[in-house]
């Protein structure tokens, strides 16, 4: 099943996506979390979706994060929005599309509707957290954290020392991320067009907090909204009960939009 591929962007840069091709088909495209990579649960349910459904797919990991080339430390909100816009133009090319954007990748999603508006016909949200940088991480960094973030330029975010948790028992905030997140609003535009935008939310998500999918509704004007709350379900929302949920509310889109 799985078939990771390398797409060039650049001379020093390469990122490993995973794909379904068609030539003149609808497309499903998958961008992941903060420090996610493309080897889960959720692109390997999507992909397997689209093949079954004869779409297309993309799923892609942003440089510095899972086997793509780069430090996770130079990168931030601009770069991995720019990664997804030119993977997008490289591959899926001119066809339409719908997005599903977990966790940060929801952030990139908003991102790429400056460039592919007329191209996107449904937006999915998994437990979103635009701006999540500045409302979730940085407001709730002690001093102590702030001080040592803008003195030297980066921070090992240990579990505990942040809501927003991850996985990892650690990670690294560095100073110029949490400022290129302040150049992404995006929860302060609006975006006017009448595609699908359906935001999955998991009612015991730990690290971000279900306003956050509501907020993203709240952006949309025109657009067939609904809110999906996962009685049962985590920030991740990969098991097979949500996975099952949200691959429905796909299919619905998918429909609409076919």
């Not at 690290?207 to 999906?228: C, D």
Request: hydrophobic content about 35%; overall charge positive; aromatic content about 12%.
């Amino acid at each position: 099943m799985k078939k990771f591929k390398y797409i060039k962007i650049s001379n020093t840069k390469k990122l490993r996506y995973l794909d379904n091709y068609y030539k003149k088909k609808l497309y499903i495209i998958f961008l992941p979390g903060f420090m996610s990579d493309i080897d889960g649960e959720k692109p390997q349910a999507f992909k397997k979706y689209a093949i079954k459904n004869k779409l297309g797919f993309l799923a892609i990991e942003y440089s510095g994060h899972g086997k793509s080339s780069g430090m996770f430390t130079k990168g931030n909100i601009s770069e991995w929005s720019n990664d997804a816009k030119n993977s997008i133009k490289k591959i899926v090319k001119k066809n339409k599309f719908i997005l599903i954007g977990s966790s940060m990748g929801a952030w990139i999603a908003l991102n790429q509707f400056k460039y592919f508006k007329n191209q996107i016909k449904g937006f999915v949200g998994i437990g979103s957290a635009p701006e999540f940088l500045e409302r979730l991480m940085w407001k709730k960094f002690t001093k102590k954290i702030k001080k040592e973030i803008k003195q030297k330029g980066i921070s090992i975010i240990k579990h505990g020392d942040s809501k927003f948790k991850q996985k990892q028992h650690e990670y690294p905030v560095t100073y110029q991320l949490i400022q290129d997140g302040r150049k992404n609003k995006v929860l302060s535009k609006k975006i006017n067009t009448k595609i699908y935008v359906t935001m999955v939310h998991g009612k015991n998500d730990e690290l971000v907090p279900v306003s956050f999918s509501k907020k993203v509704l709240s952006i949309f004007i025109g657009a067939k909204k609904k809110l999906v709350i996962i009685k049962k379900g985590d920030h991740s929302l990969s098991n097979k009960g949500p996975l099952k949920k949200i691959i429905k509310e796909l299919s619905s889109i998918v429909v609409g939009v076919v």
